[in-house]
């Protein structure tokens, strides 16, 4: 089992930037990933990270603003968040995918169907972006 606790979120104005992050309570060797869910929205992909070659891969709305990367000693995994834009405003979730259901054969992570490969989830951090 894997406990996965995100940080960071906060209120911010358009623009700004936030550092989310998220510590997990054991190494996890695999698939990591960042989703979002604003109210009345499906759960989407922003990021992953793939632990053991620390490839990467973004959803296309992300535009080169968020950047996802890991201390693997510390086993925590960050998404820096650069113009910040109020359609950035939900609850940011961080994921485990344990048994690698989401890595692709290009060995990079995907989102996985929205997250439904991924086995381990936090309680998620809000993020409010004011215009």
């Known amino acids: 089992q894997v406990q996965l606790v995100e940080s960071g979120g906060d209120s911010v104005q358009a623009g700004g930037s936030l550092r989310l992050s998220c510590v997990a309570s054991?190494?996890?060797?695999?698939?990591m990933g960042w989703f979002r869910q604003a109210p009345g929205k499906e759960r989407e992909g922003v990021a992953t990270i793939y632990s053991i070659l620390g490839s990467t891969y973004y959803a296309d709305f992300v535009k080169g603003r968020f950047t996802i990367s890991q201390d693997s000693a510390k086993n925590t995994v960050y998404l820096q968040m650069n113009s910040l834009e109020p359609e950035d405003t939900a609850m940011y979730y961080c994921?485990?995918?344990?048994?690698?259901?989401?890595?692709?054969?290009?060995?990079?992570?995907?989102?996985?169907?929205?997250?439904?490969?991924?086995?381990?989830w936090g309680q998620g951090t809000q993020v409010i972006v004011s215009s």
């Open positions: 054991s190494y996890t060797g695999s698939c």
């Open positions: 994921a485990a995918d344990h048994s690698r259901r989401a890595l692709s054969y290009a060995n990079f992570c995907t989102f996985g169907d929205r997250g439904k490969d991924y086995d381990y």
